[in-house]
């Protein structure tokens, strides 16, 4: 009920602004109306690039100013009912030392050159959303910069998304890591066992606020937010249901439309 809704709330944007801006302001996502093809010549319609130069201006001036890897951008404080407690010595040193562990994971992360893109498409196209995950097998933080082709958002009463569609393609082996093999259809376990592991699938990811909510209750059922994965062309057979304490997905609006979430 949701991917109907969702993929036709935002086929205005998709024919206004945003095909104008990707065409001759952010050519990189020029292919937002078409399929992936990685030999698709983009730029082409590009006949003033000054445009394009004063994003980048914008976007890395931002980036320097607030996201900048050399500076201590984030700090850490208590709340004001608790401010008081920073007088303490201990206090203090608790506080700086969490900012150093924060600054660290960030340091290891792939976040800032994933906030680069994020940014282009903040200011360019004004809607930017941003998946952070762990990296289960080296232990670190993984930030992934979505293409706006992929995403589609809702927003409940209060404007703030929480609601989002992903659909996207992965390859067959990086879905047998993510899933395991006995979770996926058919097609992808023979593309698997017959030595072809980068054939690519489509794959979609729904979270959404949780109909099933219980704050008492453990598990996954009851989390805040309800998270599926599944195959567009095996849509009868989940790869994965669980959920989320809070909203996954960073979703930044510069200038959001009046009738709508973007």
């Not at 991917?3 to 990707?22: C, I, P």
């Not at 703030?160 to 993510?178: G, H, K, S, W, Y």
């Not at 054939?199 to 909510?213: I, M, R, Y």
């Not at 994965?240 to 009046?258: H, Q, V």
């Amino acid at each position: 009920k949701y991917k109907a809704y969702l993929q036709k709330d935002r086929q205005t944007w998709e024919n206004g602004d945003w095909k104008d801006v990707t065409t001759y302001v952010l050519p990189q996502y020029s292919d937002l109306f078409r399929s992936k093809e990685k030999s698709y010549k983009k730029g082409k319609e590009i006949y003033d690039s000054s445009p394009m130069l004063y994003l980048h201006t914008c976007s890395d001036g931002v980036q320097g100013l607030t996201y900048n890897q050399s500076i201590l951008w984030a700090r850490h404080r208590l709340p004001s009912s608790l401010l008081f407690l920073e007088q303490e010595k201990s206090v203090r040193a608790w506080l700086q030392d969490s900012e150093e562990a924060m600054m660290y994971l960030y340091a290891e992360s792939n976040f800032y050159s994933e906030i680069t893109s994020f940014l282009r498409l903040y200011f360019g196209l004004g809607t930017a959303t941003m998946h952070p995950e762990k990296d289960m097998y080296n232990n670190k933080w993984c930030f992934h910069n979505m293409h706006p082709r992929e995403v589609y958002i809702a927003e409940n009463q209060y404007n703030r998304v929480d609601v989002c569609l992903r659909i996207f393609t992965m390859p067959a082996r990086n879905m047998e890591r993510m899933f395991g093999i006995k979770k996926l259809s058919n097609a992808v376990q023979e593309c698997l066992k017959n030595g072809n592991p980068f054939q690519e699938f489509e794959v979609n990811h729904l979270v959404f606020p949780n109909d099933e909510f219980d704050k008492t209750m453990l598990g996954n059922k009851y989390k805040s937010f309800a998270s599926k994965w599944w195959e567009t062309s095996a849509q009868d057979k989940y790869l994965r249901l669980s959920g989320y304490d809070d909203f996954p997905f960073m979703t930044g609006r510069n200038k959001k439309g009046e009738n709508g979430p973007y």
